[in-house]
């Protein structure tokens, strides 16, 4: 997105969300979006997800797909099901959508519980069906809001560190937000750091770290350090 510009009309007036938000990812590349609260981060995402159209400035106009914050998942419907839910939906017959999500069950760490309810999976497990899901629906690039937020601390570490795994052996482009700016470094090759609401880009830190990183790497240290003091410095 280039010098992008989103209001809403409030009951006090309008809310500027967005005011000049450009962002960039390469084929690819992992960028993740950092800001306070309220900054316009998830509307950031329904934009460049074509679910909401800009004020002014231009979006990239092949849409990304969403995975929201909740998993999400039909509690009635098999993982297996729900995961092929994406292909359902662009008109794929029952059997051929859940053949094509089968072999993301395996790799996923994910086999033996294709019949499973969720409410029968983990938190992380549900999150890697919701990813399978959102996999499968095709789109050149994923757009991430908050995927663990929902999950304890332990799960989020575990399913974290699943992702980066994930990406590092099927890079995808990936457009991430969060709160969290150690996950940031942790998973993304950019780091674009927000201004509060009207939301735009501050400050953007390139990570060029190896995989896997740790947080306890001194470099994953310094660069979080940097990255909050880009925070602290926008507010
Ligand atoms: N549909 C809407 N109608 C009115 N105001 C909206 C709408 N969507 C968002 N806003 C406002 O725009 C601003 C940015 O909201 P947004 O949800 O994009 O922020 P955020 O950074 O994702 O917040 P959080 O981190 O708390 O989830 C907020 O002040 C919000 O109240």
Sequence with gaps: MENVSRSFAGRRGAVEALRGMSLRARPGEVVAVVGASGCGKSTLLELICGLQQPDAGTVAADPAVLMPQRDLLLPWASALDNAALALRARGVGRERARAAARPWFERFGLAGFESARPAALSGGMRQRVAFVRTLLAGKPVLALDEPFAALDALTRQE?????????????????????????????????????PRPGRAVATLPVGLARPRRRTDAAVVALRERALQALGAAT
Excluded at 159 to 181: I, K, N
């Design 159 to 195: 399913v974290q560190a699943w992702l980066a795994q994930t990406l590092a052996a099927e890079p995808r482009t990936v457009v991430l937000v969060t709160h969290d700016v150690e996950e940031a470094v942790l998973l993304a090759d950019e780091v674009v750091v927000m201004s």
